[in-house]
């Protein structure tokens, strides 16, 4: 019997994992992707002897990848392996104050006591109910569809409704932080997880304190060979499996009749296809790739995630005080985001992160030399004059960084990339260079994403980070695996 064909329109994480799922399934799989490159956001920049990680610098539930390999019947040590860090994340703030964030919950509580003078049970309290929310929540609006009615009548679902009122569905972020942690800076420290999905804690709800469970009770870890073995490892395995990759091939039409999925249109050429797995943007999915179609546009009108503005600095120092991930706080939090969200503006205090891999791996910045991702929280691209502001907000870091480090940042770079919305938008086909898809900034976000599926269409179906569950790798291979839940096998 022919084995059923599917494609996978795109080839970030979430459609390469799709591909692996559906192979196991037993189907004929083709991905087909407008770059010459797999991965998406998840690619490397080389550049003068550096070697930076493009996108995503962060890495949490590695088994979820590990999975893949068993999934396809091989050890995931043999092709990709990565380790824990002992600490998660060094902040520092203006006036000097600095807190080493270590990923051992007990180890941080104490250096948080120490630092800040806030009793280390306040923050084991926190972290506690962070586990709650998170394992509470997560089989319930992360590891299924919420679009299907049965999942909510299985035994964990219930349990998770039951459990609603604990769970910070209904209030916000920054007020949950503020009444359990009361220390502004501890808040600010905690706040800043809503931006994991482009989202502002002032308006973002509290359920996303399960955020920090990631970290401090599940672990960061680093990937030998940096963010993009993620990519490759996949990508290779998906071949292994027989998945057939088609780079520097744009589709232009998803091809429906009749109210089903037939192929697609890649320039002048049909191919068919039994099912067709769309890792696009949904914006753009219904705009370009189902423009014949009627598009659901309440959804598509949602408030989407913010975005970023990338520098790749190559520095000729290594900083002692630095660690592989370090955030520099801004002195007007609130205001910065109210920047973003309402104006479409960029706070001349952001909060700056630096991701440096060459703490860890040598090899990407020459001997003497550290690769620099510096990264500020920006809007989505409506047109602001990007030349102008990318020129004011490289003043303004470098003016932060030099203050905060005591030394003169800007002498010692000696090689830069710089990233901005208008390109994320241009290579990922993010709506606006939106990080995340739809933004968090409302209470019942969650309920409005795209479902993984189509109700109207048979045989489509969605993944990525624009849709259920959301945006960020392990919420993109949660989609993946959502989606092969939902294909019976072929």
Not at 95 to 102: V, W
């Amino acid at each position: 019997m022919k084995a059923k064909k599917v494609i996978v329109v795109g080839a970030g994480i979430a459609g390469i994992s799709s591909s692996i799922r559906l192979a196991a399934k037993g189907y004929k799989v083709s991905v087909f992707e407008q770059n010459s490159y797999p991965g998406g956001k998840l690619t490397e920049i080389s550049q003068d002897g550096f070697r930076w990680d493009a996108g995503p610098s962060l890495f949490t539930l590695p088994e979820q990848v590990d999975e893949l390999f068993e999934l396809a019947g091989e050890e995931a040590r043999n092709h990709f392996n990565y380790i824990q860090l002992p600490v998660v994340c060094h902040y520092f703030w203006d006036d000097g104050m600095f807190l080493k964030a270590y990923a051992d919950e007990n180890a941080f509580a104490n250096e948080v006591e120490k630092v800040l003078g806030v009793d280390s049970s306040k923050i084991k309290k926190y972290l506690q109910k962070s586990r709650f929310i998170y394992q509470t929540t997560a089989p319930v609006f992360l590891h299924q569809s919420l679009h299907k009615f049965k999942n909510y009548l299985n035994i964990k679902t219930l349990k998770g409704v039951l459990r609603m009122p604990r769970l910070g569905l209904f209030s916000l972020l920054h007020k949950e932080n503020q009444r359990q942690l009361t220390h502004p800076r501890l808040v600010q420290l905690f706040d800043r997880y809503a931006t994991y999905n482009g989202s502002d804690p002032y308006q973002a709800p509290a359920v996303l304190q399960s955020i920090p469970h990631l970290e401090f009770g599940q672990g960061a870890w680093f990937p030998k060979g940096g963010m993009i073995s993620i990519t490759n490892a996949l990508t290779d395995l998906a071949k292994r499996q027989g998945v057939e990759f088609n780079f520097s091939q744009t589709v232009d039409e998803i091809v429906v009749e009749d109210s089903k999925v037939k192929g697609i249109m890649a320039g002048s050429q049909f191919i068919d296809s039994d099912l067709v797995v769309c890792n696009s943007d949904i914006i753009p999915a219904y705009r370009k790739l189902l423009s014949k179609e009627n598009a659901p546009e309440k959804v598509l009108s949602q408030p989407r995630s913010s975005s970023a503005l990338i520098f790749y600095w190559g520095i000729n120092k290594i900083f002692k005080q630095l660690d592989m991930h370090n955030i520099f706080f801004s002195k007007g939090y609130k205001k910065e985001f109210e920047l973003i969200t309402e104006g479409n503006e960029i706070s001349d205090d952001p909060t700056v992160y630096i991701n440096i891999t060459s703490n860890l791996q040598n090899s990407d910045a020459p001997e003497g030399c550290s690769n620099w991702f510096v990264m500020i929280n920006v809007p989505g691209n409506k047109g602001q004059d990007w030349e102008k502001l990318i020129e004011e907000s490289r003043k303004n870091i470098i003016r932060k960084l030099s203050k905060v480090l005591h030394d003169d940042v800007e002498s010692h770079i000696i090689s830069e990339s710089v990233l901005d919305p208008r390109l994320i938008e241009s290579k990922t086909s993010s709506f606006g260079g939106s990080l995340y898809g739809s933004s968090s900034n409302n209470l019942y976000a969650a309920f409005l994403r795209h479902a993984n599926y189509s109700a109207k269409i048979k045989n489509l179906y969605f993944c990525g980070g624009s849709v259920h569950p959301g945006g960020g790798i392990p919420l993109c291979l949660q989609s993946a695996r959502i989606v092969a839940d939902l294909i019976p096998q072929a």
